[in-house]
């Protein structure tokens, strides 16, 4: 081998040196901040207006892949007697067995199955969610708002949006009334672990 091609080929070695010492950056795992997350829907009643609604007690862990998002992963778990739609009375009757059935079946889960990156900071994550003992899929579109850092931890910002419609998990009580569609919207502030 001429010297001009030794040289060449150490060359290339050397470029690619830095590629194969750098560190692989491992996903973040990171827990839902309850005080700043916000899981709340929206549903039409008697297409009047929109009921506004939301669960204040909840639990979840994102595993956020932030340099290749498709491998990112979510998992919550809501309770459902902590439902709340602003009026006493009609709460008491969205946690009875006519919809949410909060004192049998306490909880719903929603664990992802696939994250789908559609633009440099959105995508699509589906997941099963479980709800009155029915597992159903659901897609949800994502916004990553932004990473950043306070007070000595790291933060994520995310804002998702999906609709379901309440039937497909037996929740049919006054379905022409009220609904069927339900609109999710989540405000979500990750913290990583």
């Not at 059935?101 to 789908?116: D, H, L, Q």
């Not at 609709?163 to 989540?186: E, H, Q």
């Amino acid at each position: 081998m001429n010297h001009f091609k030794l040289l060449a080929v150490a060359a290339a070695a050397l470029a690619l040196l830095p590629l194969a010492s750098a560190p692989t950056l491992a996903a973040d795992t990171c827990k839902l901040d309850k005080a700043h997350t916000t899981i709340g829907f929206t549903i039409m009643r008697q297409g009047y207006n929109r009921l506004v609604g939301g669960f204040r007690e909840f639990g979840g862990t994102i595993t956020f892949d932030e340099q290749n998002p498709v491998n990112s992963k979510v998992s919550v778990d809501i309770k459902t007697s902590s439902f709340y739609s602003g009026w006493a009375a009609r709460d008491k009757h969205l946690r009875s067995p006519a919809f949410f059935n909060a004192a049998e079946i306490p909880n719903m889960k929603f664990v992802s199955t696939k994250v789908e990156k559609t633009g440099a900071k959105t995508g699509k994550i589906t997941g099963n969610l479980t709800l009155l003992g029915v597992t159903k899929p659901v897609t949800l579109d994502v916004k990553f708002n932004r990473k950043g850092e306070r007070k000595g931890k790291t933060y994520s910002g995310f804002s998702a949006t999906g609709s379901l419609d309440r039937t497909d998990w037996g929740m049919n009580f006054l379905a022409k009334f009220v609904g069927p569609k339900v609109d999710i919207n989540l405000e979500v502030l990750a913290v990583k672990q």
